[in-house]
């Protein structure tokens, strides 16, 4: 029930060390399982190579997929198809949204900045899940990186919070789609962590501050401790959840 040995996992979105999809790569691993990188564009190439480079097996494969071109996530799936044939899982790590509407007020939010950011960060699970599918023949767990500001407003977040609602209700219709395939999708709900992408959220510092403050485990949480539980999704422990949203926050969800 907690091996990963003999399994394969695809992981999108690492940037960097920091990146959540890092952190669960290395959950993944320890549990013996083997990666699949996908990464946005070429320019990543050489950096999740050197990441995993780190990693104690020599077993990783590397895939570039834009995924906000369908014709590209075929092609990556076809090759990931021809070069492993079955895979177990999907983790979907991957969020954008400009610079610009994660601060002030929502109600600026442009119309070219709602649809790219919604594209990004929500309908590509569909693409993906829609395509991983196909390799899925054995079933297996899909899992996609959501925040509190998809449930409540939370401030500046802005079109994020909109497209993480949608993302959030993406991944129950999936749920509902491939139970019948044996392929449970759900989501981790992580307190904020310092990574690129939360660079770009309007004073990222004072969310964090308030989590230390306030959360009941009065720390922020870790790349680490999502990783746990992506593994604990991943792994049969979790074989009767799905459609679910597991928050990973030090308790701050529950606060009023
Ligand atoms: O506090 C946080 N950091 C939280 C993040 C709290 C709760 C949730 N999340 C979510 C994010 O919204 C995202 O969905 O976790 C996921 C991972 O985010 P991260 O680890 O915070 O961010 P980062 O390390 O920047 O990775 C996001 C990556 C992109 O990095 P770059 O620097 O390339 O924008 O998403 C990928 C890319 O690797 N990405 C894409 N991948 C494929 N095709 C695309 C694209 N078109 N656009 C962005």
């Known amino acids: 029930k907690f091996s990963l040995e003999g399994r394969t996992y695809v992981v999108m979105g690492v940037a960097n060390k ?21 990464y ?13 480079g780190t990693l104690e097996r020599d077993d990783s494969l590397f895939y570039e997929c834009d995924v906000t071109d369908d014709e590209a996530i075929k092609k990556t799936f076809s090759e990931i198809k021809e070069d492993v044939g079955v895979i177990h899982g999907l983790a979907h790590c991957i969020a954008f949204a ?16 709602f649809l790219l950011s919604q594209n990004i960060s929500a309908y590509s699970l569909v693409a993906v899940s829609r395509e991983a599918k196909e390799l899925m023949t054995e079933g297996g767990s899909i899992m996609t990186m959501t925040y509190l500001g998809g449930e409540r407003v939370v401030e500046n977040y802005n079109v994020m919070g909109v497209s993480k609602a949608s993302l959030d209700m993406t991944m129950r ?21 310092r990574t690129l992408s939360a660079k770009g ?19 922020p949480v870790t790349q680490e401790e999502v990783g746990d539980t992506a593994y604990f999704l991943m792994s049969d422990l979790s074989r009767g959840i799905t459609g679910e949203i597991l ?3 030090s308790g701050y969800n529950i606060l009023g």
Not at 24 to 37: E, T
Not at 40 to 52: I, M
Not at 201 to 219: C, H, Q, Y
């Open 18 to 38: 920091r990146s959540i999809a890092w952190g669960i790569s290395k959950s993944l691993h320890d549990a013996g399982a083997r990666l699949i990188f996908t």
């Open 40 to 52: 946005a564009s070429e320019r990543f190439e050489k950096p999740v190579r050197e990441l995993a």
């Open 98 to 113: 400009n610079r610009e509407d994660l601060k002030g007020e929502f109600i600026d939010t442009s119309r070219d900045g």
């Open 173 to 193: 219709y999936l749920a509902n789609d491939l139970g019948k395939e044996g392929i449970r999708v759900n989501a981790i709900s992580a307190g904020p962590i």
């Open 201 to 219: 959220v309007g004073d990222f510092n004072s969310i964090l501050k308030t989590i230390e403050e306030r959360a009941p485990l009065r720390k």
């Open 247 to 249: 928050h990973v926050d």
